[in-house]
Structure formats: C-alpha cells, structure tokens
C-alpha cells in the first residue's frame, strides 16, 4: 500500500467511528480555522473545484463540516454501485443514502440540516455534517470547516456565542493528531489573526499548523504581502501559503472555479513572481496532501496500540454487562450461586480478586477474634476495681460474727465471680463485630457479582435484605452462646483445676507459716498488744468511777484485759509476758497514775479511734467482757459508728490475707480468661458465620426462586441495557477499525 492510500483509510475509520461517535478515537484530520467571512468556505471550495457551500453575509457556517475529498477515476470499482456507476463526480452525505450529482443540491441540503441542527436563524451547533466528495479532480483529504470567531452576537445567537465558538473550535484542533490550517485574510494585519492566537495555544511549537492568507487581491494600493508570505511577520513552521479567493461579484455571476484558478495563477505570476510556485490552490492542495500522508503516517503506530487497547477495555466492559437474559428462572438461579460462592470464599480467603487496600471477610472476622477481642481480654486486670480494702472487707464480710483463724473461700468465690463477670462485655461485642463484618462483605463479593448487581437492581435489594435477616436471626443464639459461656465459668469455680493446683496449693503453706508465727511471742505483736491494752484499762478506770463494785470485780480477776488483747492482737500470750502485762496493770493501776489516765483519755480515744471500728463488735470499748457485764448507760454512747470504707495501714496478717487472695484471684481468673479467649471464637464460627455460610444458599433460593417474582426481579436497569448496546456498537467499530488498519503494510509507507 502506498502512502497516497493512507488517506481513504482514514475516511474509513472515520465512518466506522462516526456511528459510535467521533471522539472515541483521535483520527489525523485537517481543521480549518479562521474569522467570520475570513474565507473558509472559499479555500474548500477551491480544494474541491467545485461551488457546494452555503454562502452569504455574516455566521453562515454553523455546525461543523466534516468534509472527505476522494480522488477516483472510471477505473475504480470499489465506491461505485448502480446508483453512480457513471457519474465522474458525486457527493453523499452519511445521514442519508442518496447519491448527489448537483452540487447545487449538496449546497441547499447543508442549509436545512444546518436549520435542522442549529436552528434558522444565526444559532450554531456542536453536531458535525459528514460529507464525501468523489471526483477525480481532488486530492485525498480530510477537511473539517468550523463556524468563523466571532465576537458580538447577532440574531438569535446567545450572549456567550463568542465562548461557544471558541470552545467548539479548541475541541478539534485540541486533537493532537490534527493539522491546524489557520487562514486569515490579506487586508487585516496578520499579528491580530485570531486563528493564529488559538493555534499557538494548542500547537506552541507550530509542528501542526499551516497558515493560509486570503484574498491577496483585495490589498491596499502600494501594499503586497511578501513579508508575511515569507514568514517574517509570524514565522510558521509548515509554512505560509497565499491564495485569491472568488469574491462575491464572481459568485453571483457564477463564475466557475476553473476559471477563478486560472485568474488567481495569472495574479500570483504578475503580483508575486517569485514566489508564484510556493502559493496558490493547487499548490495548497498538494501540500496539505502531502503534510496528511506524513502526519498519518507519523500517527499510524499509535493509532493502533489505542485501537488494540480500547477493544481489550470494551470486551472487558462489555462481559461485565452481561448476555441479554433468555431464561429468566436460569438466569435467577446463576446470580444466586454466584453470590453464595463468593460471599463463602470472601469469607474463607479463597476468593480470586484479593482485596490489597484493607482487610475483609474472613481476615478481618480474623484480626476482630485475636487482635480486637483477644488483646481486649489481655487488657483487663484481674484485679482491676477490687483495693486491698475491698478484699479484707469481704473477708471479714465472709466470716460473719466470728474471728476467722482461717481465710474462708466464700470471700475468694466471691471476688474472682465478680472479676470474671468483667469478661462479658468484651465477648458480647466481639459477636457485634463479627456480625457487622458478615453484613459488609456483601459489597466484597467479587466484581462479577457486583456488576450481576448493577445489572438487576431489585435482585440486589432482595439479596441484601434475605441476607441480613439470616444473620439478624443468628445473632440472638450467638449472644446467648457467649452469655452462656460466661454464666458456666460462675456457676462452679473448679479450684481443683490442673491448672489452678499449683496456686492452690500454696494456702496450706502460708497457713502453716502464719501459725508458726503466732506462736513465736515476742517482738511485733507484743508491741502492737500492750498499747492497746493500756487504753482498754484507762476506759475501765473510768467506768469503775462510776461503779466500784463492777470495776472492782473486774480487776480483781486479773484475767479480763489479757482476755480481750488476745481478741484484738490474736493468739494468747504465754504466761511469763502475762505477768509482765500484770505488773504493768498493777503500776498503771495506782493512785498517782489514775488522774493521769482520766485526762489522757482524749487524747488516746482520737489515736484509737481509727482501730474501733475494724474490731469485732465483742471488743469494742465500754463492753466489760471480762466480768461478761455491760453497762447500761455511757459505754453504749461512747460506740463510734462503723464507717463503709475504713482507710488504715493493714496489719501483717491482714496484708497477708490480702495478698493470698488477690494471688489466688489472678490465678483462676487468667484459667477462666484464657477459657472465654479460646471459646467465644469458637461459638461465634459455630453459631454465626458457619451457620450463615451453610444456609445462605437455600435461604436465597427459598426467598428468591419464585415464579411470580421471576420476571419482576430480573427487570433490567435501563441504564445498563443502553451502556452494553453502546458498548457492543464501539466494540464492533474497533474490531472493524483494527482490520482496516491491519490491511496497511508499514514496509510499503516509507
């Protein structure tokens, strides 16, 4: 193929793309662009040889012209049918069939589809007319005229007709594989051409656009246009080409086009000798011939690898929409397989289109079970909200009226019930989480299926709907599972768990070393002991003022204050430091000491105070224990009331309590944790998502596959029907595009 046939290919391609829109593909084409009455119509006219176009004062091109010069002879049978088997000449346009010798008659059907299109006034349009002229006086071209720049509107034309001009004019020589044929005219100066201004714009370094100059003939006496016709005005790098137009006297005389080149060749040799072979028509259609071949040529091997890439896109788009439905209740039971398969293997991590920008499915339920949930649970303190003081109170709570030698294990039943009971929370929002994850992968379920759901709306709505009913109600048996799971772990607190033996065991040892230390009588406890005793014998001097007889009684025995230390400090002391505490009793006891002890009793009842309260009521102050009286009047007043929350230094056997508990909490409690940690999960898989993922097919089917809803939920979106029909159209255009073009050989273009 030679390169003088690159050009009727390109009209191949642009009729092939006319029917799906001229846009798709960015063909070589020339764009011829000017002023209002600048001499457009006058150049074409002259490229063809012949008077076809609408003429006139003012706007008269208002819709653009795409206009494909086909050079052909009586020898070439391929354009030719029975219609203009004879005829030398002939135009057609594309919106119609009919074969047009007169071209009088192309002339007068561009008017009325200009009316047509634009209205019959001085309106423009953005929808091209598609011309072809045949002749074998014509080069190969293609020639798009646009409406001339204009500035002020005139008629019906809007107040931005200006704006529209210019924003059709950039839509077609914005095209990268355009050649830009900018033509002003003689007789204004060609620094303010605004077909110029607009070229630069889009074509900076001028590689694309050719300048014509018009109507050399109407220039000022004494004038010539040498300079701009050499380029020393505006310098134009493909050149600047001057042409005599017929003016408007020739046209209503009717003056013929061969007769009018004949006139302009004459002109060019007597005005502009030297440079008459560099201008004129002929020499602009041979020029713009030869600047097309080569700019197609240029263009070709882009042109294909777009053509090639735009069908893989428009088959994909194409599949996507899918085959019109033949069987309906097929079609229904297809999508539903398909939901069902990929909602599973979104869940299980099989699914072939693997989402890269965040987790879902079966992932995210994943990181929710041992990232969210577990580091949850890892999070909470086995003895978060439980003070020492918390834990001596229920201690002393468990023991009721009697002094415990022993910790008692209803107060560690308690405590670590109330800690576990901490765990439910967390597990019941892990169910929540889960169940938010299962809804959300519906949109997760493969493109296929997402465009099945595009495709039929009302399917879509149904699917979404049955689906989060199903996990609706599997949450209430999830949640109940995971309560349940909690309530097991209180009902029997298994303190001989293998795990929890270890732990256990170590309270019969600390035991063994608290009554050891009980019977070593010396030291601390003493310490602790006396104190005390002397204040309780300060009180009962007091109260034998009142009463001698009680008070005398009382101390005559000699027994009651050891008594009621022993209450208070613990066990019994041996009987040498009982004698020294009677000796002490004895001194503290006399005359001189008495006064003294009486007005120290403020004082020391404040020190005491603190104590009173922690101590079982049988050795509060003002009960006379020892002689098994009790005053009836001031000892009774002299009780302070208990407080709820007493704030004191534990004493070391308390502390010792306390830390064997709290030990012994934290033990069962990371048992119980590690338990909810391992079986919520499991509980969750089993009642929720396993559920869902083996019922979600027969529920589908049960709610959907229904004669009478067939034809209603596969109604499809009208918007879908008209993007596959015009998907199909362009898939078809290119796939005959890229035959077209596959017919060039590029060994044959160079």
Known sequence: MSMEALIPVINKLQDVFNTVGADAIQLPQIVVVGSQSSGKSSVLESLVGKSFLPRGVGIVTRRPLVLQLMYTTNEHKENRNQANIDLLEWAQFLHMDKIFSDFDEVRAEIERETNRGAGANKGISPEPIRLKIYSNKVVNLTVVDLPGLTKVPVGDQPEDIEQQVHDLVLQYIGNPNSIILAVSSANTDMATAEALKMAKEVDPDGRRTLAVITKLDLMDAGTDAIDCLCGRVIPVKLGIIGVVNRSQQDIIDNKSIEDAMKDE????????????????????????????????????????????????????????????????????????????????????????NIETTELCGGARICYIFHETFGRTLDCIHPLAGLTQMDILTAIRNATGPRPALFVPEVSFELLVKRQIRRLEEPSQRCVELVHEEMQRIIQFCGTEVQQEMLRFPKVHEKIVDVVTQLLRRRLPPTNSMVENLVLIELAYINTKHPDFRSDASIVSSLMTSINSSSNNYGGEDDKRVIPVRRQQQQQQQQYSQLDGE??????????????????????????????????????????????????????????????????????????????????????????????????????????????????????????????????????????????????????????????DQIDDLLSESPEVAQRRKEAAEMLKALQHANVIIGEIRETHMW
Not at 301 to 321: C, D, G, I
Not at 324 to 336: M, R, S
């Open 265 to 352: 060749a004459a002109f060019l040799q007597r005005k502009y000798p030297t440079l008459a072979n560099r201008n004129g028509t002929p020499y602009l259609a041979k020029t713009l011939n030869r600047l097309l071949m080569h700019h197609i040529r240029d263009c070709l091997p882009e042109l294909k690898t777009r053509v090639t890439m735009m069908m893989s896109q428009f088959q994909s788009l194409l599949n996507s929409y899918g085959d019109d439905v033949q069987d309906k209740a097929q079609t229904l039971l297809q999508i539903i397989t398909k939901f069902n398969a990929a909602y599973c293997q979104t869940v299980e991590g099989t699914a072939r």
């Open 550 to 707: 009680i008070y005398s009684k009382s101390v005559g025995n000699g027994q009651g204050g050891n008594w009621l230390a022993s209450l208070i400090a613990g066990p019994k002391p041996d009987p040498a430091i009982a004698s020294v505490d009677s000796q002490e009793q004895s001194r503290e006891q006399s005359p001189e000491h008495s006064a003294q002890n009486v007005q120290s009793l403020a004082q020391n009842s404040a020190s005491v105070r603190p104590l009173v309260p922690l101590l079982p009521l049988h050795s509060m102050p003002g009960l006379n224990c020892a002689a098994g009286l009790l005053s009836p009047q001031k000892p009774v007043n002299l009780l302070p009331e208990v407080p709820n929350h007493p704030i004191r230094k534990l004493t070391e056997r308390e502390t010792r309590d306390v830390d064997l508990i709290e030990r012994l909490i934290k033990s069962y409690f990371y048992i119980v944790r590690k338990s909810i940690q391992d079986k919520v999960p499991k509980a969750v898989m089993h009642f929720l998502v396993n559920h869902v993922k083996d019922n979600l097919q027969s529920e589908l089917v049960k709610h959907l596959y229904r004669q």
